[in-house]
């Protein structure tokens, strides 16, 4: 089965229906209706008189309303695909698409979504942040927006005019008890196009389908003024329309049953009926993520992921699915944007389409999935290219009966050294071909020789040391004491190679505030020793033996300084801090150690004590939408910059937990984190209560998970392209080596690619990532990921084979890097003009003719602008009022090192309704798509992102359910004070916990649990999240942004 098919069982779609005639439109394309005086046009979200009912598409149309019928679950009242404009309120829509026996057909390459009318040029708005109050004109923008069609059509010969949305990927079966729509007779017909309506309306109105005579027109003639603008010149061409996946399908030809386009079109005798009332652009009929994500499960959750073949484009990241490596890299460890890249530059600038792989050297995998193999060449090391040193990998190819190889990255042809000589098969592989993982599979690790260590001498295991702010802030909210309870068990996980029976990792201990104490915890100490360094401006380390040291060892010195650690600090009264010196020290320490390591840092507040690397509060919201806004997210001090360099030189990787009561200066504290491959982890008005759980589970996964030290990463590519930008939590001395002090299992780094060169189809493309790291136990290594693209000439094939969550995943990286020397709206306005390029270049070169008033998306990015939406509503680049500057510079620099998975979700959170779980099985319930006009107050929901988890209560849920989750008799008795839930015996209880649970794990940052009552105050903030919605910070709805892009594509084309 091709990568791209999707199995679809529904009807054929464009077969009349009796009793769902054609609704008839007399009127369109900009042009005033008769008897509709102009004042009627209200504001933007006004009800809009005058425009005609949609077409509703036949195959996809929602049964009437049946007494108590339910609102429909996660967006799938109908397939993403498909259109349906409901004459019904919004609460009566049935699920799911009417049974039929009709044989299936495969879904076109890309479809329209809802075809429309030629509108007017639409009145340039200023920036697209202005969407609340109506533009200069209205009218040219209702009819902009009555004209918008979505769909996606197949790169091929120009169809017939009516050219429309064929049959879309869908795998619900259709609700039970919905009415079925009568038999159908009549000639089967392939295809129908839409009109669009207007946005912006009240989901409420509703109107019967005037009745609309059309017999006699025989399927297949054209219509003429279906679309608005005249018909094509060029008669509709025989043949076949290229179909998504290579295959042939029907032509579709224009449909009868739809009345003509506008006064002059000829209506075939129908009386013109009068005009139902106005509707908006339907937010079921645009493409909704969730069906997206829902239809890719199906298809391509079952089988198993096997990496043989080229250029193969992933499941989503939001599948469970299995790898099997058999010689490329697992989407696990890398995902591009595009697996068939253009062949010259001129077609990748042509389309716009960023050529870039997120990348996850040190990524976890299932315990299903085998991980890399560790080969060991002996004292000779890794077999290489001469020129470009590639190391060996599936793609090199062996000539001269085995003798020497051609490197597929340079050409360069290198002897083979006689230990590794083996004798080629009849088809020129190496008769140990599957004995070998660097000849066989996509990723494997080489054992390092000493030639890749520092200095040419294997390193020491690395240390960990744990600096804990003891300032009267950290004393007295019962921090200080939770640290060092947790430190006394936590220390007994420390990180280890799979069969050793201990951690070879070291520790040590030092507490702060405006001066520094180091504590001596060597075994054959009674009672730990401690030394006061008080020049903080000549920073050293008062110690070298009993500083670092093995935890069994000193488990009883290291047990008695834990204890005593608060009651010394109890009644401190210090509450001023340094920070620069605290790095200083741990860096000094493993210094004189000899070895790599990291620094677990606990800080509370802003360093304004004498210090080096001391700050000053320079919070100011006056700079926001300012030209000096920049300046919030830059450091405020070039000397974090310049220790970042020192630590990476030796190792140092920094930790570090936040808990700040006011501002403490992310943007600068963050630095040397970031630049060292460390992670930051805040925690706002930390209160011991509510918050610690959160902390303690992300400080045990931080201290146990795997991580590399000491790490240097360099990607080869074949000729052709080259990697030219780099993204992530990491310092670059030159512009190939990403050096990293720390490289942990879950940090990415995000690679650009740009020609240098033409490529070939033939050939393709071949990207090798190499790691060098210090394992947690000392030994060196070498982590080879492989991965080859295809390459076309093609852009139908570029556009085939795209991954939107990755392209969002970069595009929102280079974003948020763009601020930090950009205006936030220079940044935005960039973001949306390089999605209108990439979609417009589509429509002009890969889909078949239609009208200007078609907004027509590719099948595999047709949720780029829903995505995108979602990047320019974030808090970094558009902050609502409450969002804080030390928020942004947290979550800017956060989302920099994300996987597609995490940002995936961090833009578009994942919404469960908790009340339609199945207490008896392990599944989740269905997700539904991020709107308020999804949720009923009868419900209770779920909504996630990475960083927090929501469970929003329905005013009107039923006393039973609150009885059963949170124990109390009523919804005023919720306590938006709980952190947890409550344990409850019950299958309710039992089954929202579970699913809490599994979604935590699934997260690489333990998420903070928030209750949220409706019509609460904190229901803001959860409406924050609901992204499709209109954002009380200016972002625009969903549907509103979509308009907003159709209008910028419109204007790229003409």
């Known amino acids: 089965m091709s990568v791209n098919q999707q199995a679809h069982t529904g ?93 299936m057909q495969r879904p076109p390459a890309s479809q329209p979504f ?3 009318s030629a509108p007017t040029p639409v009145s340039q708005i200023s920036t697209f942040q202005q969407y609340g109050p109506p533009p200069a004109s209205v009218q040219q923008l209702r009819n902009h927006m009555a004209g918008m069609t979505i769909g996606s059509t197949a790169a091929s010969a120009p169809p017939p005019a009516g050219l429309g949305y064929g049959v879309g990927p869908s795998s619900y079966p259709p609700t039970t008890g919905a009415p079925r729509p009568p038999a159908m007779p009549g000639p089967p017909l392939t295809g129908q196009t839409v009109a ?23 399927p297949g003639t054209p219509m003429s003024g279906l679309h608005g603008p005249p018909p094509p010149t060029h008669p509709p061409q025989p043949g076949y329309q290229m179909q998504q996946n290579g295959s042939f399908g029907q032509m579709r030809g224009p449909q009868p049953n739809y009345g003509g386009a506008y006064p002059g079109a000829p209506n075939y005798g129908s009386p013109p009926g009068p005009p ?32 043989g073949v080229r250029g193969q484009v992933p499941p989503l990241v939001t599948t469970n699915f299995l790898v099997k490596d058999q010689g490329n890299a697992s989407p696990r460890y890398i995902r591009c944007t595009s697996y068939n890249i253009p062949c010259t530059s001129d077609m990748a600038k042509q389309s716009q389409v960023p050529l870039a792989a997120v990348i996850k050297p040190l990524a976890t995998l299932p315990p299903e999935e085998t991980l890399p193999y560790l080969v060991d060449h002996g004292e000779s090391g890794p077999v290489r290219c001469n020129r470009c040193k590639a190391y060996m990998c599936p793609f090199m190819q062996f000539i001269e009966g085995g003798r020497r190889f051609q490197c597929c990255f340079c050409s360069c042809v290198t002897e083979v050294p006689p230990h590794y000589f083996q004798h080629l098969d009849h088809t020129g592989k190496r008769v140990d071909f599957y004995d070998r993982p660097e000849l066989s599979l996509g990723s494997y690790e080489f054992l390092a020789t000493v030639d890749y260590c520092k200095n040419n001498k294997f390193p020491s295991p690395p240390a960990f040391i744990f600096m804990i702010d003891v300032s009267y802030n950290a004393v007295k909210s019962g921090l200080v004491r939770l640290i060092c309870e947790e430190l006394k068990s936590l220390l007994d996980y420390l990180p280890r190679e799979g069969n050793m029976e201990e951690s070879a990792i070291r520790v040590g201990f030092v507490t702060y505030n405006k001066v520094l104490h180091f504590y001596n915890v060597k075994s054959s100490l009674a009672q730990p020793q401690m030394m006061v360094v008080s020049d903080v401006a000549d920073m050293f380390v008062p110690l070298l033996d009993g500083f670092l040291v093995n935890v069994n060892e000193s488990r009883t010195v290291i047990a008695s300084l834990l204890d005593q650690i608060p009651e010394m600090f109890a009644d401190t009264r210090e509450t001023e801090t340094v920070f620069a010196p605290v790095i200083q020290a741990g860096l000094e320490a493993l210094k004189a150690a000899e070895c790599a390591g990291k620094l677990f840092i606990f800080h509370t507040s802003l360093p304004i004590a004498e210090a080096p690397g001391k700050l000053k ?11 000096k806004e920049k300046t919030l997210f830059q450091p405020q001090t070039s000397f974090y910059n310049n220790l970042a360099k020192d630590c990476v030189a030796q190792g140092c990787c920094v930790d570090l937990f936040l808990f700040p009561n006011q501002y403490l200066d992310v943007a600068t504290l963050g630095v040397v984190p970031y630049q060292t491959g460390g992670s930051i982890y805040k925690y706002a008005y930390f209160q011991l209560e509510t918050d610690q759980y959160r902390f303690l589970n992300d400080l045990r996964r931080d201290v146990q998970k795997e991580v590399g030290f000491d790490a240097v990463m360099r990607v080869r590519t074949s000729t052709g392209i080259r990697a030219t930008d780099f993204f992530g939590a990491f310092y670059m001395s030159n512009t190939t080596d990403v050096e990293m002090a720390g490289l942990d299992c879950d940090k990415t780094i995000t690679v ?105 998306l590719p099948e595999c990015m047709k949720l780029l602008p829903v995505y995108l939406n979602c990047v320019l509503k974030s808090d970094v680049l558009q902050p609502g009022p409450e969002v804080t500057t030390d928020d942004r510079a947290y979550i800017r ?25 199945d207490v008896d099985s392990d599944s989740l319930p269905a997700a539904i798509r991020n709107s308020e ?3 009923s107050k009868g419900d209770i929901y779920l909504l996630e992102n990475g960083l927090n988890v929501f469970v929003w209560v329905g005013v009107s849920v039923q006393q039973g359910l609150i009885q059963n989750l949170f124990g109390v008799s009523s919804f005023s008795q919720i306590s938006n004070a709980l952190s947890t839930l409550p344990v409850l015996e019950n299958p309710f209880s039992k089954k929202v916990r579970s699913i809490v649970d599994m979604i935590q794990g699934q997260r690489s940052r333990y998420m903070k649990l928030i209750i949220v009552k409706q019509e609460d105050k904190l229901e803001m903030l959860f409406k924050h999240f609901l992204v499709e919605d209109k954002s009380l910070s200016g972002g625009a709805s969903y549907v509103d942004f979509l308009c907003h892009m159709h209008k910028e594509i419109r204007q790229l084309l003409s």
């Open 276 to 307: 139902p009332p106005p509707k908006r652009l339907d937010p079921d009929s645009i493409p909704s993520p969730i069906q997206v994500i829902e239809d890719d499960r199906n298809n391509r959750g079952s089988e198993p992921f096997v990496t």
């Open 893 to 917: 620099q956060l989302v920099t090192s994300m996987d597609v998975a995490e940002t995936n979700v961090f833009f578009y959170p994942r919404l469960l309704p908790l009340t339609k779980a």
């Open 752 to 856: 650009e690619f740009k020609h240098d060169d033409k490529l070939s189809e033939d050939s393709g493309a071949l990207l090798q990532c190499a790691l060098l790291y210090t394992s947690c136990a000392g030994q060196r290594r070498l982590r080879i990921h492989n991965l080859s693209l295809n390459c076309c000439t093609q852009l139908a094939d570029l556009y085939r084979n795209c991954e939107t969550d990755t392209l969002i995943n970069y595009l929102a990286k280079y974003a948020y890097r763009g601020v930090l020397n950009s205006p936030v709206k220079t940044v935005r306005d960039a973001l949306i003009n390089q999605c209108a390029q990439i979609l417009a270049c589509y429509r002009k070169n890969c889909a078949s003719p239609s009208s200007a008033g078609q907004l027509i």
């Open 617 to 627: 509060n320079r919070d100011d919201r006056k700079l926001i939408n300012t030209d």
């Open 933 to 935: 006009e999804r949720l």
């Open 196 to 218: 669009g309506p207007p946005s912006s309306q009240p989901n409420h109105v509703s109107s019967p389908p005037p009745p609309s005579s059309m017999a006699g027109l025989h």
């Open 114 to 116: 809802l075809p429309g």
């Open 11 to 103: 009807p054929p779609y464009g077969q009349p229906q009796p009793g769902y005639q054609g609704y008839q439109q007399p009127a369109y394309g900009g042009q005033s209706l008769p008897g509709v005086p102009q004042s009627q046009y209200g504001a933007y979200n006004g009800p809009m008189p005058g425009y005609q009912q949609p077409v509703p598409p036949q195959g996809s149309l929602r049964a009437p309303p049946t007494s108590g019928a339910p609102p429909p679950a996660s967006g799938a009242s109908h397939p993403s695909g498909h259109l349906a404009y409901s004459p019904f309120e919004h609460g009566d829509v049935q699920n799911g698409i009417p049974a039929s026996a009709a044989p």
